[in-house]
């Protein structure tokens, strides 16, 4: 198993971007050895036992909560790192992540680990769908400005307010809708408010844990997307902290993957 890495940083800036989302630039010497980040790569933010921030390397008996998160954006040059926060409610009971967030101060230090890659778009085709909750605003935003200029599709995001809504840097030829609702439980029926395109589609989809089965059964039943094409994940659940959400993840998927061998 490769040996995790950790980066000790420190808060540069601080940025409220909108009602619902939290944006943290981190900095610090650690970066000139942080390798290249290709778009939706994530790191793990440490807390310690009490939901505190790390500030030194863990020891190997030290219970340590870990916060999963996208680098939106990476500066080798200028040492800066740039994590969004989509903000769940106030106080500790927020959770770690999001509570340190909305109270960090320029100069609070922190350990990161990482980064670790996601899956992307498959490679092999015609046209892109891409779908999200504000968790996945910055792996959207990510892949957007990554993309050829010529490519096709559409992007839909759910967000809770609508001064949430951003600018973001796409293809001309990719369209972008945004859902205001307070949870993402219709990202899987605007699937059928987009012009399906002629070819063979990429679907991306990550969000809320019931949501995102709403979408893969969509797409498997009602749209009968290849596998191959699709990669639909959760990266939260309603009510269930990072790891609990993790072990019914894997449970999921080890069900989904049964019952499509069966």
């Keep these: 198993m490769k040996k995790r890495q950790y980066y000790t940083l420190e808060v540069l800036r601080t940025e409220r971007v909108s009602p619902n989302l939290q944006r943290l630039v981190l900095t610090g010497d650690d970066l000139m050895a942080f390798p290249a980040a290709p778009p939706g790569s994530y790191i793990k933010l440490l807390f310690n036992q009490y939901g505190e921030p790390q500030t030194s390397l863990p020891q ?10 996208t680098v939106r954006h ?21 959770g770690p992540a999001s509570h ?4 960090a101060k320029v100069g609070d230090v922190i350990v990161v680990a990482g980064p ?8 092999q085709r015609d046209w892109v769908i891409l779908l999200g909750d504000m968790t996945a605003l910055p792996a959207i935003s990510a892949q957007l400005e990554a993309m050829p200029k010529d490519t096709r599709g559409y992007v839909i995001i759910n967000i809770v307010d609508a001064a949430d809504q951003q600018s973001l840097t796409a293809p001309e030829g990719v369209e972008i809708s945004w859902l205001t609702q307070p949870t993402s439980s219709g990202l899987a029926k605007s699937l059928h408010d987009v012009q399906w395109l002629e070819g ?7 969000c809320e844990f ?3 089965r709403a979408i893969r059964s969509t797409l498997d039943v009602e749209f009968n997307v290849p596998r191959s094409q699709v990669y639909v ?17 894997r449970k999921d998927v080890e069900s989904y993957n049964a019952a499509v061998a069966g």
């Design 116 to 123: 670790g890659s996601s899956k992307g778009l498959a490679e």
């Design 233 to 249: 994940t959760s990266y939260w659940r309603e009510g269930r902290s990072e790891d609990q959400h993790k072990i019914d993840k």
């Design 60 to 69: 190997e008996d030290q219970k340590i909560l870990m916060r999963t998160y």
């Design 200 to 206: 063979t589609p990429a679907v991306w989809a990550a």
């Design 210 to 212: 019931s949501s995102m």
């Design 74 to 94: 990476l500066d080798p040059q200028a040492r800066t790192l740039t994590v969004d926060f989509m903000l769940h409610g106030d106080g500790v009971e927020a």
């Design 100 to 103: 340190w967030a909305q109270t």
